[in-house]
């Protein structure tokens, strides 16, 4: 059991890592765009385009780095006064009931959308450079199928804690 835990959070570690990269490029295209706007009057045609794609990598990879750290926000009202045992029996049971299908659901479901975007030839078309809308939808499927591994991670963990009494 450790061993899978193991692998699944240094996929997300892994990840997270990869999409750290994607903060800086973005950075540095916004840069770029503010020079060319303001300093030599000339905007870009592109930047808001790759922004955006940026963002959503950004965003949709490090799901799972956020998952690992516990980043994301909880409303705990009543989970914070639960014990560890209690929260882990919280957390197994509301992941097996909403984390999971749901994640499965969109991940399945935004494959289907980046297939068909790649079928049909889709673009993207909030500006004049009509980039096409593969992949980023390929993106976005990836990243919650690689949001998958640190789900099972955490559940692993809370099943273990749950019925030994002990972290792992």
């Known amino acids: 059991m450790r061993k899978t835990v193991q692998i699944c959070e240094a996929i997300s570690e892994w990840t997270g890592h990869i999409v750290m990269w994607f903060g800086l490029a973005l950075v540095l295209l916004l840069t770029w ?24 990598a950004i965003g949709a990879g490090g799901m799972g780095f956020a998952h690992k ?6 409303v705990d009202v009543f989970w914070r ?28 479901t935004s494959s289907e959308w980046a297939l068909q975007a790649f079928v049909e030839g889709e673009i993207m078309t909030k500006t004049y450079l009509y980039p096409p809308a593969w992949p980023i939808r390929t993106v976005m499927a ?12 955490k559940l692993i963990r809370d099943l273990h804690l749950w019925i030994k009494k002990e972290e792992l």
């Open 33 to 56: 765009e503010v020079f060319m706007r303001y300093v030599l009057q000339s905007p870009t045609i592109y930047s808001y385009e790759y922004s955006t794609m940026l963002g959503v």
């Open 69 to 74: 750290y516990h980043g994301h926000v909880r």
């Open 81 to 108: 006064l639960l014990s560890p045992r209690g929260r882990a029996i919280s957390d197994t049971i509301t992941g097996i009931i909403f984390f999971f299908p749901f994640i499965l659901i969109v991940a399945i």
């Open 142 to 153: 990836l990243a919650f199928f690689l949001f998958l591994p640190q789900g099972i991670a």
